[in-house]
């Protein structure tokens, strides 16, 4: 038997007690809201629309066969690919020029950050207007002589919204870049540069190695954020956006109102599957990371 | 030492900064412009006839009037309506996730009890579970007890969200162990402690909770558009998207009026804002 710690270690049961206090409204909340309507959502993937009748694999099946879920999905990860990196590269570049004006750099943090609060409904005429084949940016495109585009009717939708997308979140990716850039001591810089290292050789062999732990981080929060993506591409095009734009949340919501539970019930298994493949081992990594 | 660098490096952010600050200023000009200027603007864009050439923005109006913001206030109450159902939509959620999930939040940084690592661990498993995952279940619950199509199917499942538990509780994690042994010698209960000790000094955490909630839940789309059907509980945010073009001027002041309280409660709280986002990314 393990002898009980000395001093401060004793676990007191009263105050025991009062932590699950302390949790129980929100444990209550969680477990009503969402995992026991989880559990039966699972459940529910393997029966009819009912829920009265055991289909076994059926309806996964019939989201895979369907045509519309390929397309989102494939849209989905096609824009994961191009937005995370490209998300990654322009925070990072945001972070270390505002952290090298230092103090002047104040201002262009907020201006950075800014875009998080404004909110996508308000300036979604805005947004209409610039991206019509009359509109703004085809005005001043005609105006330099080049060609105008349908930024609407084709694939160009998609990098609309790419660059919507970096410009709402690149702010909050630049605070955990600077926030990850404040944790490199400085004693590593002056070793290097008592090395000889130049500003470049600096950065590649001191910040970029140091940032690898910040790196997996803001990877995974990234990725997640992504997934909110159907708020500009609400923005951008409305409930009917060009296929190229065409989301998980999109088809989701055709699910939903024509109530086909039978296919939401598995595609929502398959993200949060898919989540916990992608998410986990990345977290692996990070403890991994930690503990060197 | 490196002062023309740094003139070269102020250049190069502007660029971005303007494309910030230039959709502030179209929202801003937007606004102030009155109809009949707007729909020549904008004509183009938005197919209305007679117009050839292609849109421009009335950058600077060429005559400014307050008179759709003032129609807007004063003659429209399907407005009022709508700005009304975002605030009932918001701020409760925005209270309740603190009601809910500061003393969470305060077990699980400064209370040592079997399971809290498991069950903090299944806090940030469910935090990082996106709208897609969640509104099947939130929707099964939500029709089980008869809420849906009401204000409470997007306040409540807003309310027990993980994610300002976890924010909380980083900020609660400032607080020393010292001061916590120190009231449990004065004889001060876990309760006591909690509200003397822990609610003061865990103010940053509950702000960062609170900005971060706040934006979220008057940004949000997919919560009101999935659980409320019925239009007239909708917020503003599922409204502007779709509004006609017969009424640009309205719309245009009715968009500066959705977004003025989140770009204010974000430069108040942009400290608290920056504290939220950096402890949404502190390893355990």
Redesign the interface.
């Known amino acids: 038997m393990k002898k009980m710690a000395a001093g ?1 270690c004793v ?1 007191k049961p ?3 007690w ?3 206090l ?2 129980l ?3 209550a ?2 477990i ?3 995992l ?3 559990a ?2 699972v459940r ?1 993937s393997f029966t009819n629309a009912l829920g009265t009748q055991w289909v076994g694999l059926y309806n996964y099946q019939s989201v895979f066969h369907n045509e519309a879920f390929r397309l989102a999905a494939g849209n989905t990860a096609r824009f994961l690919c191009v937005c995370v990196p490209l998300l990654l590269a322009v925070s990072l570049i ?1 972070a270390l ?2 952290r ?2 230092k103090p ?1 750099g104040r ?2 943090k ?17 947004w ?2 610039l991206f ?5 940016v ?2 001043r495109l ?1 105006s330099l002589g080049v060609q105008p585009v349908d930024f609407m009717g084709t694939g160009a939708a998609f990098w609309v919204l790419i660059g919507t997308y970096l ?1 709402k979140n ?1 702010g ?1 990716d630049m ?2 870049w600077l ?2 850039l404040d944790g490199i001591p400085d004693s590593l810089y002056e070793a290097a540069r008592v090395d000889g290292a130049g500003r470049l050789q600096c950065f590649f062999h001191v910040t970029l190695p140091q940032l690898a ?2 790196l997996g ?2 990877s ?2 990234s990725l ?1 954020n992504t ?2 993506v ?2 500009e591409a ?2 951008v095009a ?1 409930s009917y956006p060009h296929e190229s734009i065409y989301m ?2 999109h088809l ?2 055709n699910w ?1 109102l024509s109530l086909d ?1 039978g296919r ?2 598995a ?2 298994v398959l ?2 599957l898919v ?2 493949v992608i ?1 986990l081992p990345l977290q692996r990594v ?1 403890k991994g990371a ?1 503990q060197l | 030492m490196n002062r023309k660098k740094h003139w070269w490096l102020k250049t190069a952010l502007c660029v971005p900064a303007v494309l910030v600050w230039g959709v502030l200023w179209c929202m801003a000009s937007g606004a102030l412009t009155g109809q009949a200027e707007l729909a020549d603007a904008l004509g183009p864009a938005l197919g209305l006839p007679g117009s050839e050439s292609y849109a421009r923005w009335p950058l600077l109006p060429d005559a400014p009037t307050l008179q759709p913001m003032a129609e807007l206030t004063l003659d429209t109450p399907q407005f009022f309506a709508m700005f009304w159902n975002t605030c009932r939509l918001a701020f409760p959620q925005v209270l309740g996730q603190i009601l809910v999930g500061a003393p969470a939040a305060w077990a699980f940084s400064r209370l040592r009890f079997p399971g809290r690592r498991m069950l903090f661990g299944l806090y940030i498993v469910l935090m990082l579970l996106p709208f897609q995952v969640t509104m099947v279940p939130n929707y099964i619950v939500l029709d089980a007890l008869g809420l849906m199509d009401t204000v409470w199917a997007v306040i409540l499942p807003g309310v027990f969200s993980a994610f300002p538990v976890f924010i909380m509780a980083k900020g609660f994690d400032a607080v020393p162990h010292s001061l916590l042994e120190a009231a449990a010698l004065d004889g001060a209960g876990p309760l006591q402690t909690f509200v003397r000790v822990g609610l003061p000094l865990g103010i940053p955490g509950i702000l960062s909770a609170s900005v971060l909630g706040f934006i979220e839940a008057w940004n949000a789309i997919e919560q009101p558009m999935t659980f409320l059907k019925t239009p007239s509980l909708w917020p503003l945010s599922l409204y502007l998207p779709q509004i006609s073009s017969s009424a640009l001027a309205l719309a245009m002041a009715a968009s500066l009026v959705m977004l003025a309280p989140a770009v204010l409660i974000f430069l108040f709280g942009q400290k608290y804002l920056e504290l939220g986002i950096q402890a949404s990314g502190l390893k355990e």
């Open positions: 401060h676990r009263q105050r025991e009062a932590a699950y302390f949790l409204p929100s444990m909340g969680l009503v809201f969402l026991a309507p989880f039966e959502t529910r945001l020029a505002v090298a004006l002047g201002a262009f907020t201006a950075y950050l800014l875009p998080m609060a404004v909110p996508v409904a308000s300036i979604a005429l805005l209409q207007v019509a084949e009359k509109g703004l085809n005005g005609v410009w690149s909050y605070i955990l926030a990850g732990p910040t981080l803001v995974v929060l997640l997934f909110k159907f708020r609400y923005l409305g998980l949340q989701f919501n939903f539970m939401l019930t595609a929502a993200v949060a989540l916990l998410v990070l930690e």
